[in-house]
């Protein structure tokens, strides 16, 4: 039998930067050995002194790393933390009129003060979880995340395990942050004043006092590494542009039968051919009427064109529709 209890306290109250969170939290929840704490970032940054004022368009912009995708006014984009949110997570919601809340400057630092201040105050050892709104790819709607963590063991690994029929799992890693994190709202909901909630029943994702675990920074896939890195119609132009700068965000260079799939699906099966091929480089015939195309897909695969070499007047010019292409490094 499993069970899983979440509790959320009404009556915490407005929350300022003159707010102790630790007492707050300690007066609010009757915690035990192996509870987790989550608590919204709202409420942190807000008794983090991170209300603005101002433009939120600006608070925005200074957020931001770079944008991942953008359709009319909204900006989805990748924020200085790593993380991928609308609006740069920068929310003007639950606050007076003309300011704007800006995320944490450091979710999981900000976690492990509450979990030691917790420690402290109460003698439990609990885990802390700081969560904020996000929406996914492929989904309508948004679920809540864990975007700072202390104590707790943020992914379980199934890797090398067996299921029920024997079959060995390779890549499943439930990441139980964010599962945590989606629990707790249901709780807290949006408008009811409830920033904080206990979850219990999972203790054996609680690290022993002292140990705070990798954070929630471990959730974030590294740059290049997502596949989802660029908006549908942001790739188009970055991959045209074809700026040194973005060439990380297409991720490692692709294999030559991958290369050599997409450069066929654009120019034709019969409209390729491969003149020439080594372990690092290629020379391909296509017509010239493909070759700037050429060049984006070859920047978006991690693949570029190789300069052409001056000619001695004695030499054969090349064919305008012969291009040799190297991995980059």
Known sequence: MSRLEVLAPGGIGEVDARTDLVRLIADA?????????????????????LLRRGDRQDAVDEET???????????????????????????ASNVPAGRHLVLPRDPDASARR???????????????LITDTAGRAWREGQVDIAIGAAGLTVMEE?????????????V?????????????????????????????????????????????AALVRPEGADMFGLGAREAVVRALTGRPEDRAVFGAP??????????????????LRVADSTAEQLTVEVPADHLPGLAAI??????EPVPEQPQSSSSRPSSPSSVTIRRTS
């Open 298 to 303: 070859c920047f978006a695969h991690g693949w």
């Open 65 to 91: 790393d770079r944008v991942v995708a953008r359709r009319g006014a909204t900006r989805i984009v990748r924020t200085r933390h790593g993380l991928t949110l609308a609006a740069a997570g920068v929310d």
């Open 29 to 49: 929840l009757d915690l035990a050995d192996g509870d987790i704490v989550v608590v919204t970032s709202k409420i942190v940054s807000k008794a983090e002194g």
């Open 172 to 216: 499943t890693r439930p990441a139980v942050a964010d599962e945590l994190a989606s629990a707790a709202e249901l709780a807290e909901g949006k408008l009811g004043g409830r920033p904080v909630a206990r979850v219990r029943g999972r203790a054996d994702l609680v690290l022993p006092a002292g140990e705070d675990g990798p954070g929630a």
């Open 254 to 271: 692709a294999s030559e039968e991958d290369l050599l799939l997409a450069l066929r699906a654009v120019v034709g099966d019969h409209s």
């Open 158 to 170: 199934y890797a090398g395990r067996r299921d029920g029929y024997g079959n060995e799992l390779a």
């Open 114 to 128: 509450l979990r030691a201040g917790l420690q402290e105050a109460t003698g439990r050892t609990v885990a802390v």
